[in-house]
């Protein structure tokens, strides 16, 4: 208690004040309160600009206010002027009133779908993507990985606005900024909307299986796995006749790649460790989840060592390593 607690004075000021004499208690008078910004809904978490007059240092330190208590820590972590408790509510408040939005936009989409495989094991009902298996106890726990996937999309949405426009704070009109962005990164395929619509198609297909069918199934799949959009390998493709993997070691093509088989190609038989590929003295890398889902048929390699896969749906292309 203090005489701040009996002077007429609004709330906020008694805030201020104690934050005030809770810095320069802890940090003494060569601290200088530059400005100090509390969350603007909840009131308690906050950060406190100083600068330190001995060393001409600025720096951050984070408070909590909580029954006229206040307690300095490190810097809080900040979304403009919400605290991270209140920015998550905000983003949950987003997903409720978007939600319906954003999966009838997802669904209409033309999306390629991942390769999946759903079974029941020990009671649970599992999906397994590439590079991920997913478990779930029921619907009810499927339906609240879905929703928090989408809350994840989002909060990253929102994040990249608020960036762009050094607008950090949410506001009725978030709302349908985030739906444009939605609908862009729908239409563009962004590789972490695969997953989701992936799932989402489950749910609504009595198929428990997928495979990788057609060259559009080979891009949807190193999108995924190369963290990419669908719109910029396509785009790929159209320029160079090949999409990369993100080491630039690796090759997808629909066709043979004429200065790649215009060197003389040796059919060869080669050993799988893992992620490696070996034939001799020679060693090729590839991530094994494409071996799985494009299952080779032949194997070749050229005079300067690339290697060549022949599967059902692409040619794949690699360096050596």
Partial sequence: MSIIDFINCSDEFKKVAKIEFAIRRMYGKSCYIIDIKLCRKCKIYGNVLVLDTRANQKFYIGISINNDVVNIKEANIMYGDLCYFCFREEIDKLVNETEHTLFGILMRSNMPLLPYKTYIR???????????KLKFNNSMALNTHIKKYLKLIIERIFVKIATERNEHYLSPKSMK???KEFRKDVIDCDWRLLELRTIIEILNSEKNIKTVNNFEDVIALVAYIEKRKISELRNEYTKYGIILDRSRNVGFSRDNIARLDS???IRIFPTIKGDLIIHKDAKWRLNRVYLKYLKPLRYFKNDQNILKIETKCCKIYITPS
């Fill in 263 to 265: 060197k003389q190609l």
């Fill in 177 to 179: 900024d985030i739906i």
């Fill in 122 to 132: 020990n009671n649970e009902y599992v999906i397994e993507l590439p590079n991920k």
